[in-house]
């Protein structure tokens, strides 16, 4: 199968695992949904849509209280706790766990569910990617040391939620975003470790039998029919992160050992229940841009032909503060920047958002500075783009997507997004 960034003759002979317009999903075709909706026109849309366009599931099976504050503290019950894993341990302890895992089942049925996706898709977006923890798999979670909920008990939801994107084709990324130990400082792992404690074999071991059963559910489970892509490692420290880099063990463990290690895990499920070539997953890791390494310097890695790479790319986090408010400044960074890398394929810029120091009031420029990145994201030799967040507490554009979109600051149609790629917003800033 081919995107548009490839040239069709380069694609001839090879064989393929499978994107999202080998399956002729619905989402990236909007004519139908328009009609339904009763839209008094049909989007022109040359022969479909072939670019990701979508929004991540932030704060759903992996809690993060910046963005859900209320949520967090009230109805996750997790005041003061900085990690799902620190509020069991802080709030749910010995006989209060039963409630702490009806707190978090309360909160993984409710904070994203079927509704949100039919949201999602009407107003044009044709891809979810879902961060998820390692906890989901409890077989692996060590239950005298790891006091995480019952991860059993958000795999309903999550059956759920992908197979409704897979009814109104969705394209799916399942995103390892929680590691054992933690692959980043930071609780959007699930924990708060210091310094990140993912590097060791025990706990590569654990990420890879984690794999190996996500892919096996996604292969064997009709509502995971749309999920194309499984991620092996969401944003693990990097040179970026100062004296966090490598932490211990990383280097040369992360890429030398875990990456090829992970990718066969999910590649010899595929061969146990032979799966074809044109049905296999895309196994994604990090994008070279990250800098914390490159997945390509193993040969099992640059050999296979069904991966993909995942670009993370928060302009205002590149300036000063001082800077960060500087309209100039963003839009001439999102007018001239260039996220391919040489080598990658498949390359999505899996997370992004508005974020800055400009008043979220600003339509004008908001409207101007969505447009200006979701051209660098679509610009030949990048597959496209993975917003983050689709909802928050935060009631603010630059972070949630449906608020977003509320506001029309960004288009509510798939017809308004392709459109978008024609629009001349860089004049002057480059």
């Given at each position: 199968m081919k995107f548009s960034v490839i040239a069709p003759a380069l694609l001839a002979g090879i064989a393929q695992a499978w994107r999202p317009e080998d399956r002729d999903l619905a989402a990236f075709n909007m004519t139908a949904r328009f009609e339904q909706l009763g839209k008094r026109f049909k989007p022109s849309l040359p022969n479909g849509i072939n670019k990701i366009r979508g929004v991540n599931f932030g704060g759903w099976l992996v809690g993060e209280?910046?963005?859900?504050?209320?949520?967090?503290?009230?109805?996750?019950?997790?005041?003061?706790?900085?990690?799902?894993?620190?509020?069991?341990?802080?709030?749910?302890?010995?006989?209060?766990?039963?409630?702490?895992?009806?707190?978090?089942?309360?909160?993984?049925?409710?904070?994203?569910?079927?509704?949100?996706?039919?949201?999602?898709?009407?107003?044009?977006?044709?891809?979810?990617?879902i961060p998820i923890g390692y906890w989901s798999y409890e077989d692996i979670v060590d239950k005298n040391s790891e006091p995480f909920a019952d991860g059993n008990r958000m795999l309903p939801y999550l059956d759920r939620v992908v197979a409704k994107a897979a009814?109104?084709?969705?394209?799916?990324?399942?995103?390892?975003?929680?590691?054992?130990?933690?692959?980043?400082?930071?609780?959007?792992?699930?924990?708060?470790?210091?310094?990140?404690?993912?590097?060791?074999?025990?706990?590569?071991?654990?990420?890879?039998?984690?794999?190996?059963?996500?892919?096996?559910?996604?292969?064997?489970?009709?509502?995971?029919?749309?999920?194309?892509?499984?991620?092996?490692?969401?944003?693990?420290?990097?040179?970026?992160?100062?004296?966090?880099?490598?932490?211990?063990?990383?280097?040369?463990?992360?890429?030398?050992?875990?990456?090829?290690?992970?990718?066969?895990?999910?590649?010899?499920?595929?061969?146990?229940?032979?799966?074809?070539?044109?049905?296999?997953?895309?196994?994604?890791?990090?994008s070279a841009k990250w800098d914390s390494g490159s997945a390509r310097d193993t040969s099992t890695v640059a050999n296979d032909p069904h991966v993909g790479f995942d670009d993370h790319n928060y302009i205002s986090f590149g300036f000063p503060d001082s800077q960060r408010g500087d309209q100039w400044q963003l839009m001439h960074r999102a007018c001239t920047d260039s996220r391919v890398v040489g080598g990658e394929s498949?390359?999505?810029?899996?997370?992004?958002?508005?974020?800055?120091?400009?008043?979220?009031?600003?339509?004008g420029f908001f409207k101007k500075w969505f447009t200006a990145q979701q051209q660098l994201y679509e610009s030949p030799g990048m597959s496209g783009w993975v917003f983050w967040t689709w909802k928050t507490e935060l009631n603010d554009p630059r972070w949630t997507y449906s608020h977003a979109t509320y506001l029309n600051y960004v288009p509510t149609d798939a017809a308004g997004l392709e459109h978008n790629v024609y629009q001349d917003v860089c004049s002057g800033y480059r």
């Open positions: 209280r910046w963005m859900m504050i209320n949520e967090w503290d009230n109805v996750m019950g997790c005041a003061g706790s900085a990690s799902e894993f620190d509020c069991m341990k802080d709030h749910y302890s010995g006989g209060n766990r039963e409630e702490g895992n009806r707190r978090f089942e309360n909160h993984w049925r409710d904070w994203i569910n079927e509704a949100t996706v039919q949201s999602v898709h009407d107003v044009g977006l044709n891809t979810i990617r009814d109104l084709g969705i394209y799916v990324i399942i995103d390892f975003h929680g590691a054992p130990g933690g692959q980043q400082e930071d609780p959007f792992t699930g924990q708060n470790n210091h310094p990140a404690g993912f590097y060791n074999d025990n706990n590569f071991g654990r990420a890879q039998r984690w794999m190996s059963w996500m892919a096996r559910r996604i292969h064997t489970n009709n509502a995971y029919r749309s999920v194309g892509m499984i991620e092996v490692l969401n944003e693990p420290v990097s040179r970026h992160d100062n004296n966090r880099y490598p932490a211990p063990g990383e280097d040369p463990g992360l890429i030398q050992k875990y990456y090829p290690a992970a990718l066969k895990a999910v590649r010899d499920v595929e061969a146990e229940l032979g799966i074809s070539d044109d049905k296999k997953l895309h196994v994604q890791f990090m498949f390359d999505i810029t899996g997370e992004w958002s508005m974020t800055s120091n400009v008043d979220w009031h600003d339509a």
